[in-house]
């Protein structure tokens, strides 16, 4: 398959990580994939991820609108929203943030933090996956896979 996919309504938050990560790779040719997503975790992108207030954003325009979608122009039903509701938790959950405890004294990462790395590289990683799966390899950019 190729062409322009429907992109699920779950992958948008995972668009944005992904974009911010190669952002923050073009800035820094010089880092990996790992280093990128550990300088990620220090933005106030990510803090807006983690809090939650990316979803809640996200839920008060939907509500405001009469749940439909301002990007896609279609009416999200019951079921779409409870997924988004889970994954704002999963979110808030695997990226709780602990400042300035990101490393231990031997400079290993902590196994909260090392918890939210884990859990932005299968969200990267699932991103990639629906590229492949629909033929949008040109937006893989990270090749985590």
């Known amino acids: 398959m190729t062409g322009k ?3 699920p309504y779950v992958l948008r938050v995972a668009v ?4 911010k990560i190669i952002e923050i790779k073009k800035q820094n040719p010089e880092i990996n994939n790992i280093q990128a997503i550990e300088i990620y ?3 106030k992108d990510y803090d807006f991820i983690s809090s939650g207030e990316y979803h809640d954003n996200w839920f008060s325009n939907l509500k405001n609108n009469n749940f439909v979608d301002e990007i896609t122009g279609k009416k999200i039903n019951d079921e ?10 999963s979110m808030i959950k695997f990226l709780m943030k602990i400042p300035k405890l990101y ?12 918890r939210a790395f ?3 590289w299968r969200v990267c990683e699932s991103y990639e996956m629906w ?3 629909t ?7 990270l090749n985590l896979n």
């Open 5 to 7: 996919a429907e992109q």
């Open 16 to 19: 944005s990580i992904y974009s």
């Open 41 to 43: 975790m220090t933005t």
């Open 80 to 89: 779409t929203l409870r997924l988004l509701e889970l994954q704002k938790d």
């Open 103 to 114: 490393y231990t004294k031997t400079h290993f990462p902590l196994e909260i933090s090392q």
């Open 118 to 120: 884990d859990h932005l």
């Open 131 to 133: 590229c492949k799966e």
């Open 135 to 141: 033929g949008q390899e040109k937006l893989i950019k």
